[in-house]
C-alpha cells in the first residue's frame, strides 16, 4: 500500500518563477494538507484540501495556491518566487477533516536562486 | 509567536541514558501527536494523546498529555542511537482544525 506521494523531489527554480508541486495521498485517504519546512524549524501550515475545496489556510501570502483533484492527488502553486521560499515542501493526507494523525510524503526540496 | 514550544531545542546524550522532551502551550488542545523526522524524510506519527492525563507506552517511549490539554512530555528510556532525529509535537485546537507544529528538539544519541 503506498503511502503518500510527492513529485517531485528535488526542484531549483529562479526568483520570479513560478512552480507547480504535486502530492498523491495514501489509498483511502480523502484530505491533503500542505507544509513547508524551513531548515530547523517545524512544518508551518499553508492550507488543507478537502472535497476539492480550500477548507483552511494558514498565513500565507495568496502566491501560494492549491488545487484538489476528484481522485484527491493535490498541487501546490507558488507564483513569483522569493528566495525565503527555499524550504522542504511537505505534504499530508488523512482520511478526513478531524484531527486524525497525518502521514506525511517525503516532501519536495525546493531551492530558489 | 510559536503556539507550541518545545524544549530543549537540542540535546546530545549517551546511548543508555534517559531523556524527556517538553512540549507547552497556553493554548487548550483537542489532541496532541508526536512525530519523528529523519533527515530527507517526513514526518512520521508516533502517538496521538486525546484525554488530558492520557499516558501513552510505545516500547521504550512514554508520552503524557497534561491534565489540561495544554502540555504534553515525550519521556525515552535507555535511548539508542537509532533515537537520532527530529521529534515534533503537533496539536489541533478542535477536531475540525488544521494540525500546527511545534518547532521540535533534535536529538542526537552518542554511542
Known amino acids: 500500500d503506498a503511502g503518500v506521494t510527492q513529485s517531485p523531489t528535488h526542484l531549483i527554480k529562479t526568483r520570479g518563477q513560478q512552480v507547480t508541486l504535486r502530492c498523491s495521498p495514501k489509498?483511502?485517504?480523502?484530505?491533503v494538507s500542505w507544509y513547508q519546512q524551513a531548515l530547523g524549524q517545524g512544518p508551518q501550515f499553508i492550507f488543507q484540501?478537502?472535497?476539492?475545496?480550500?477548507?483552511q489556510r494558514g498565513n500565507f501570502p495568496d502566491r501560494f495556491s492549491g488545487h484538489q483533484f476528484p481522485n484527491y492527488s493535490s498541487e501546490l502553486n507558488v507564483n513569483a518566487l522569493l528566495l525565503g521560499d527555499s524550504a522542504l515542501y511537505l505534504c499530508a493526507s488523512t482520511p478526513g477533516q478531524g484531527d486524525y494523525g497525518y502521514t506525511f510524503g517525503s516532501g519536495t526540496r525546493l531551492t530558489v536562486v | 509567536t510559536q503556539l507550541l514550544e518545545q524544549s530543549p531545542q537540542f540535546l546530545s546524550i549517551q546511548e543508555g541514558e534517559n531523556l524527556t522532551v517538553y512540549c507547552n502551550s497556553s493554548s487548550v488542545f483537542s489532541s496532541l501527536q508526536w512525530y519523528r523526522q529523519e533527515p530527507g524524510e517526513g514526518p512520521v506519527l508516533l502517538v496521538t494523546v486525546v484525554t488530558g492525563g492520557e499516558v501513552k507506552k510505545l516500547k521504550r517511549l512514554t508520552f503524557q498529555f497534561g491534565d489540561a490539554r495544554k502540555d504534553s512530555s515525550l519521556h525515552i528510556t535507555a535511548a539508542q542511537p537509532g533515537d537520532t532525529g527530529l521529534y515534533l509535537c503537533a496539536g489541533a485546537r478542535s477536531s475540525a482544525s488544521k494540525i500546527i507544529f511545534g518547532s521540535g528538539t533534535r536529538l542526537s544519541i552518542r554511542p
Open positions: 484540501y478537502y472535497e476539492e475545496e480550500e477548507r
Open positions: 489509498s483511502g485517504h480523502d484530505t
